[in-house]
């Protein structure tokens, strides 16, 4: 099946997983990757398969360390726009970057739910962090009572356009490259009501049509767009056979090992042996 842009698949850790437990899922994960099939292991180097965690801070160093040698990049959850200052409890960009970290989640609904973070921190987020050359995976979605309320589409086009504000903005210029997006439905996040392949299929496309439409449909084809809300190794294909659902951002089900690589070997799948 054509995936034109790829597949990535991403596991958000959220606040799991201290130094001792990376170790051990890191220990585990090396053994099931060493046995993987060829064409996995092929598709991960050629990066027709891209695979991440983003892991709590303190446990970034083990997971670098242990990763090493293998074609999975580490993440981080969240940083501030500024690159140092007063700002107690904060995590810069520019202290990630010198720690070897190129890619980080912004503006996760539980970051908005629970911390405050609102479209307009977002906006700041993902502009600064992208002018400093990260790559940004921007979280957007609607809540339960916005679905029922037939708010889902004007909700995404909110969210959309507080941070594509301008054509000269940071995040139109790195489309493409630097910007990946994730819908990530809030009432599918952590409660096992998956979004159907049509319902994200559906989100994935108002998605795409707006940054054709604001932006260009160059732009547009080249986003990278995940969908995120209780992916496990039983739907990712599903999910991944919508043709604008280019991966997923997994929570749960990317914190043991083997359900980490039975997500790529489900994902890897549907790219073709060359
Ligand atoms: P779950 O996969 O546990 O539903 O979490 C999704 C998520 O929030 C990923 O960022």
């Given at each position: 099946?054509?995936?034109?842009?790829?597949?990535?698949?991403?596991?958000?850790?959220?606040?799991?997983?201290?130094?001792?437990?990376?170790?051990?899922?890191?220990?585990?994960?090396?053994?099931?990757?060493?046995?993987?099939?060829?064409?996995?292991?092929?598709?991960?180097?050629?990066?027709?398969?891209?695979?991440?965690?983003?892991?709590?801070?303190?446990?970034?160093?083990?997971?670098?360390?242990e990763a090493h040698g293998m074609p999975i990049h580490i993440g981080a959850q969240n940083a501030h726009w500024e690159k140092s200052g007063a700002f107690t409890g904060e995590i810069s960009g520019a202290m990630l970057l010198e720690h070897g970290i190129k890619s980080v989640l912004v503006g996760h609904s539980e970051r908005r739910q629970y911390f405050a973070e609102t479209d307009e921190t977002v906006r700041k987020k993902t502009e600064s962090l992208i002018e400093q050359g990260l790559e940004v995976i921007l979280c957007i979605g609607e809540t339960r009572a916005e679905r029922e309320a037939g708010q889902t589409e004007a909700v995404l086009l909110r969210q959309l356009s507080a941070v594509f504000q301008s054509a000269q903005s940071p995040a139109v210029r790195s489309l493409g490259c630097g910007l990946v997006l994730a819908y990530e439905p809030v009432w599918a996040i952590g409660t096992g009501l998956t979004a159907s392949p049509e319902q994200a299929e559906e989100a994935h496309q108002i998605i795409r049509r707006f940054l054709s439409e604001k932006l260009s449909p160059e732009a547009a084809e080249m986003t990278v767009i995940l969908y995120g809300g209780s992916v496990t190794p039983q739907n990712v294909t599903a999910l991944l056979q919508c043709p604008n659902v280019d991966g997923g951002l997994v929570g749960g089900a990317s914190l043991k090992p083997e359900s980490y690589i039975a997500l790529l070997h489900g994902a890897v799948e549907l790219l073709p042996h060359p």
């Open positions: 099946m054509k995936k034109p842009r790829g597949i990535f698949i991403a596991g958000n850790w959220k606040m799991n997983h201290g130094v001792k437990e990376t170790r051990q899922f890191f220990e585990q994960f090396r053994r099931l990757y060493d046995s993987s099939s060829s064409h996995l292991q092929a598709r991960l180097a050629d990066h027709s398969l891209k695979a991440a965690l983003f892991a709590p801070y303190l446990s970034i160093s083990a997971a670098q360390g």
